[in-house]
């Protein structure tokens, strides 16, 4: 998709409904490709995919061509991103299902609670960086629990930001549901990217791991 140059107020009225466009299209091929993999299946590839492209973005690599790079991510990341994505379900059921296991009353279960709970909130934050990571550098999957975590810490003030961001972005989609299928998961996406792309900038014990685990990747 090449970018036009136009001055003025017409351009940035340009400029915006280029980005929602660009937001729409990528919206729409996260959903196809969710439901080519038969939806549980499809839902992580895809995700991963849509968030190559937010990166890509974000890095000012506005041009490229947005079908192949999705694709490209989509296909290469297939297995890497069901291992993860599951890996992440599991972890929340478990904290789901010991939430409820431990509602009984009495001092042990109450301090059991707050632990899960306080659990549960460490899971939370590292969710706001997993995708992000995960399209940035090559890790084992367990370094994306790890690296997501520390990153949600470490930058605390940025994460409650940006959880602050997703809530806003929620609560626009609830109000006005129409363009939940239309921006629902892109507007999510290129939010969380832009913002977990400013931690890993100024997170230098995140670059070095980064200088020594990033992956090349394919031309597009």
């Known amino acids: 998709m090449k970018t036009v140059i136009i001055d003025g107020f017409m351009g940035t009225v340009y400029r915006i409904c280029e980005w929602i466009l ?50 490209l991510n989509y296909r290469r990341e297939f297995i890497n991103s069901q291992i993860l994505g599951f890996l992440l379900v599991f972890i929340g059921i478990v904290l789901y299902v010991d939430f409820y296991f431990f509602s009984s009353p ?36 367990w370094q994306y629990l790890k690296y997501s975590l520390m990153l949600s810490i470490y930058h605390l003030f940025r994460s409650l930001f940006m959880l602050a961001g997703c ?35 100024k997170s230098v014990p995140f670059q070095r791991v980064q200088g020594e685990n990033t992956e090349a990747e394919e031309p597009v």
């Open 167 to 201: 809530v806003g972005i929620i609560f626009f989609l609830l109000t006005f549901s129409g363009f939940i299928p239309l921006l629902g998961g892109s507007g999510l996406a290129l939010w969380m990217t832009w913002i977990a792309h400013q931690a890993f900038r």
């Open 22 to 71: 660009r937001l729409m299209y990528i919206n729409a091929l996260w959903l196809v490709f969710t439901l080519a993999g038969l939806g549980v299946f499809g839902i992580f590839p895809a995700t991963i995919s849509m968030f190559a492209v937010t990166r890509k973005w974000v890095m000012g690599e506005e041009d490229i061509p947005i079908f192949r790079t999705f694709w």
């Open 106 to 141: 009495g001092t042990i279960y109450l301090i059991a609670k707050l632990v899960i709970l306080s659990a549960s909130m460490m899971y939370g934050l590292l969710l706001l960086y997993v995708f992000p990571l995960f399209v940035h550098v090559k890790l084992k999957s």
